[in-house]
């Protein structure tokens, strides 16, 4: 089974970018889907972004859809989500998570593999 580590959350104000990174280890990334999460304070875990094996698909949020971007590189074992224009709602801890089938999936169930998430506070 892969492991995943999140990077890059931080403090930022609003308009301003972060990226945030998912490595992968235990097997190739590009073995899986991978899909962005964010759960914010009180709420429920939500899907972000999605990300195919090969890169070629990709699913967004209509709340952050124009305004992040999510990539792979697959021989960094590693995927990406650029966030820019962040507002205060994006605050959240954010998760990448591993699905084997090469399906593009908002359901938290349907993933495998989960990171520790990493901390994203948007202040105004």
């Known amino acids: 089974q892969v492991q995943l580590v999140e990077s890059g959350g931080g403090f930022v104000q609003a308009g301003g970018s972060l990226r945030l990174s998912c490595a992968a280890s235990?097997?190739?990334?590009?073995?899986?889907?991978i899909g962005w999460f964010r759960q914010p304070p009180g709420k429920e875990r939500e899907s972000v972004a999605s990300?195919?094996?090969?890169?070629?698909?990709?699913w967004y949020a209509n709340a952050v859809k124009g305004r992040f971007t999510i990539s792979r590189d697959n021989a960094k074992n590693t995927v990406y989500l650029q966030m820019n224009s962040l507002r205060p709602e994006d605050t959240a801890v954010y998760y990448c998570?591993?699905?084997?089938?090469?399906?593009?999936?908002?359901?938290?169930?349907?993933?495998?593999?989960w990171g520790q998430g990493t901390q994203v506070t948007v202040t105004s």
């Open positions: 998570a591993a699905d084997f089938t090469d399906v593009l999936r908002t359901s938290v169930d349907k993933y495998d593999s």
């Open positions: 235990g097997r190739a990334i590009s073995d899986y889907v």
């Open positions: 990300i195919s094996w090969r890169g070629s698909r990709t």
